[in-house]
């Protein structure tokens, strides 16, 4: 079936077919795990199908408080209809705790809660490893107007607000994520909606009493298997039923 669409763009986690319906796409999720900007590889069975279903859970709840996404609808195991959006080439990035680059950069310690969520931006460029920009940057080159960044971090914050809640809800931790923003016009008039995923891949989650790590930073740090992370933040939030109740011999009433 795959085979008679037309491949749009094939990523390094998604490939994205034309869609049933002009300004639509079809969204593929891969089992391929990537991490350090694609120096490490590997293909983790069951991937795809945990981010598709955590994807359209988390699209689906933002647009029910009224934050515009991409999401249409799930078509099956690992696919997803889309809006086709234009995207704009940032990473968005909001952080409540310091994980990763910010405590390299500034020193301060994982896990340490930050004066207030910060948001910042990555220039998506693989060749260049997405470098941190300004909004200067994006400005002065035009990526986005200072409009587009106001509601930009508007979005981003109320992405935020949602996602902490649900995952502290679940006992989790949202450390820090990043989204992509598109454009989707109609004529003249222009919306900025949430693109792409948002899946534990795309999140820093830890467990609120162990400190478990629950997203691609057990991937990234050999820290066990990614698969049994996700899906465990999938059952958590409900989005996998539990496993099928054992078989067992009818019982009979009398
Ligand atoms: N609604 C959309 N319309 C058009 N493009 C989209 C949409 N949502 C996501 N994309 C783009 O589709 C691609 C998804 O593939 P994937 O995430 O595997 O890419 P990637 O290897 O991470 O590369 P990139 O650096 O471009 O993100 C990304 O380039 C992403 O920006
Ligand atoms: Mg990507």
Known sequence: MASRRKKVYEGKAKILYEGTEPGTLIQYFKDDATAFNA??????????????????????GLGAIGVPTHFIRRINMREQLIRQVEIIPLEVIVRNFAAGSISKRLGIEEGTALPRPIVEYSYKDDALGDPMVSEEYVIAFGWASQQDLDDIVSLALRVNDFLSGVFYGVGIKLVDFKIEIGRIWDGDFMRLVVADEISPDSCRLWDVKSGQKLDKDVFRRDLGNLTDAYTEVARRLGVLQASPAPITKPTLIN
């Not at 120096?39 to 689906?60: D, P």
Request: proline share 0%; net charge positive; aromatic share 10%.
């Open 39 to 60: 120096q490490k590889k590997a293909v983790i069975e069951g991937k795809g199908v945990l981010n598709n279903r955590l994807s359209e859970f988390f699209m689906t």
